[in-house]
């Protein structure tokens, strides 16, 4: 039997069984997402954005994200109240992670149960820190970052937070939990 | 499930470079030897003199699309964590019709162009020059572009998506074609 | 067949004719034959199935054409580079910079790999395909003319016939499919206007 006819044999089989087949889980839109496009999501569309909070009582007390409801870690359960609250599987959903979890886990739960724009924030309260509450601009940063940093800073007051331009090589200084303390005793918002 | 490896965390960013530089040598490898790296070949096609293109390129997407429906169903790969590349119904329309008209015309597409260009062909270098510049033009002109290029958004779509059948049965209608086209190219090329 | 030895005909080397038979130039070894170019697309298709097992992503092209141009623009104007945003969108990171991208790494391979088929099969050759037609001058011509139309088109529909047709097509990606449906019609529709370059 020639090469092509064993080709064309073995497509055909492995086609004509796909039909019966049936369906398969969706590829779909990459996982991770930045805090920063979680805010521009959040300011073009409050209502078109689902922040879960995967953390517990005492971490979403203590800061969770605007509008970011507290959601079981459990992927059972967080499917079973997504549902109840009338999400659709089209919905740009966000599972924020807490201090030691990216949210990875839950994310893979809601993909697999065909939410195609499930997306996850990696250690959710530090990076809206890092990006919204007290984002910093080195003071040596070129005109490229500078220009980006328009939008940030602009997002970031938005928010509440107060965007500064540090001094060289500055990052912003003191843990997550430090920075939200500072950030409170100045009146915003956290 | 345990693929995709990158994505469950297998490995790194350096790995990943490290795995696109030998996927790209083994994709390569068979385009040369398929015939691809040369642009008379290429364009007979469009004439239906030769019609490698389609059967490589065909039967290159049959092979995927069962290896991803398969390996899907046995749980072996999650696709929900394969990167589908979002739809816009009309960039991609126009994009398409303005990339063929191209490519009929320079006969060697962005990857075959390069496999040209390193066999030694002046022709498959003037293709990668010429578009290094269209992309620079494309950037240049993007304020005038950018209207059509973000128009029409659906997302990450698949066809059984769309069309609200299981994904099996899509896949068994492209088999189904490709086969039947398969038979019929033999036959054009014959009488050619 | 048996590669050709020993003394090669007085007559200047026929260039590989479509089945890829002819020799390269005098005194070398026979070219091989082309493959099969259904065995050809089953490697392809798997080299892409193992692309999305490994890395959860598939193949692509056009766009290490992007980053190289951003990587060119950048070293001449790097403030237009990082603001504009088709270029921002290709910049990468900042310490790594645009060309440690895995579309660059790819097409690197890609360059690699087909060079290295060639050179093993006896197809390297200095050389321009082109119709019996057409002068040398008016092909190069014709290959930037269309090179420069495929930019534009693969930026419009974020992707070429690796990124889109095979990549999305594989997945049956609504868009990806629309891409293939519409290069081809225009191609087809087109080569009336080339016929003079091809046959």
Redo the contacts between chains.
């Keep these: 039997m020639s090469?092509?006819r064993v080709?064309?044999i073995v497509?055909?089989v492995?086609?004509?069984l796909?039909?019966?087949?049936?369906?398969?889980?969706?590829?779909?839109?990459?996982?991770a997402i930045s805090a920063l496009e979680v805010a521009r999501a959040l300011r073009a569309d409050p209502d078109g954005i689902r922040i879960l909070d995967v953390e517990d009582e005492g971490d979403y007390a203590r800061f969770h994200l605007p509008r970011a409801v507290r959601a079981p870690a459990d992927p059972a359960a967080l499917l079973a109240g997504l549902e109840d609250a009338g999400a659709g599987r089209?919905d740009l959903v966000v599972v924020a992670g807490g201090a030691d979890d990216d949210g990875r886990a839950a994310w893979?739960a809601l993909?697999?149960a065909g939410y195609?724009?499930a997306r996850y924030l990696p250690h959710a309260t530090d990076a809206w820190v890092d990006a919204i509450v007290s984002p910093v601009l080195p003071a040596d940063a070129?005109?490229?970052?500078r220009?980006?940093w328009a939008e940030q800073a602009e997002l970031s007051r938005y928010f509440g937070g107060f965007p500064r331009v540090g001094s060289p090589a500055d990052t912003a200084t003191g843990d997550t939990a430090d920075r939200l303390r500072r950030a409170r005793r100045r009146g915003c918002a956290f | 499930m345990n693929a995709p490896l990158y994505e469950i965390g297998a490995f790194g960013d350096t790995g990943a470079l490290l795995f696109a530089l030998g996927l790209g040598l083994v994709f390569g490898w068979f385009l040369e030897r398929g015939g691809l790296g040369n642009a008379t070949k290429l364009a007979g096609q469009f004439y239906l003199t030769d019609l490698t293109v389609f059967k490589v390129m065909f039967s290159a997407i049959v092979t995927t699309l069962l290896g991803v429906y398969w390996l899907s169903k046995l749980g072996w790969l999650e696709l929900p964590l394969v990167f589908l590349p979002p739809t816009y119904v009309l960039p991609q329309l126009l994009g398409g019709a303005v990339f063929g008209l191209g490519f009929v015309m320079g006969g060697l597409c962005p990857g075959t162009s390069c496999v040209a260009a390193s066999t030694g062909k002046t022709d498959g270098l003037m293709v990668v020059a010429g578009m290094l510049f269209g992309v620079f033009a494309f950037n240049e002109a993007f304020p005038l572009l950018e209207g059509v290029y973000r128009a029409t958004p659906m997302g990450s779509v698949t066809i059984p998506g769309v069309l609200g059948v299981p994904f099996g049965v899509v896949v068994f209608a492209v088999v189904a074609i490709a086969l039947g086209a398969f038979r019929a190219a033999g036959w054009l090329e014959a009488r050619a | 067949m048996l590669p050709a030895v020993g003394a090669a005909p007085a007559t200047a080397a026929a260039p590989p004719d479509a089945e890829g038979h002819g020799a390269a130039r005098p005194g070398a070894r026979e070219a091989r034959p082309y493959m099969n170019p259904y065995l050809a697309g089953v490697g392809i298709g798997l080299v892409l199935l193992a692309a999305f097992v490994i890395m959860g992503r598939g193949l692509g092209a056009s766009g290490a054409f992007s980053s190289a141009v951003a990587a060119g623009v950048s070293s001449i104007a790097p403030e237009r580079a990082r603001t504009l945003e088709p270029y921002a969108a290709y910049m990468g990171d900042e310490r790594r910079g645009p060309l440690a991208d895995w579309l660059v790494f790819e097409i690197v391979g890609v360059t690699i790999g087909g060079a290295l088929s060639a050179w093993l099969a006896g197809r390297m050759r200095r050389g321009i395909d082109k119709g019996p037609r057409v002068s040398n001058g008016g092909r190069l011509a014709y290959a930037f003319g269309g090179g420069t139309i495929m930019g534009i088109g693969a930026k419009l529909a974020r992707g070429c016939t690796s990124g889109q047709a095979l990549t999305g097509g594989a997945l049956l990606s609504v868009g990806s499919w629309l891409f293939i449906l519409a290069a081809f019609a225009a191609a087809y529709a087109a080569s009336p206007l080339f016929r003079k370059e091809w046959t």
């Excluded at chain 1, 969706?26 to 996982?31: E, I, K, N, R």
């Excluded at chain 1, 070129?142 to 970052?145: E, L, R, S, V």
Aim: charged share 10%; no cysteine; glycine share 22%.
């Design positions: 090469t092509n080709l064309a497509a055909g492995l086609g004509a796909a039909l019966f087949g049936g369906d398969t889980p969706a590829p779909g839109t990459p996982g089209g893979l993909r697999r195609v724009h070129d005109a490229g970052a220009a980006a």
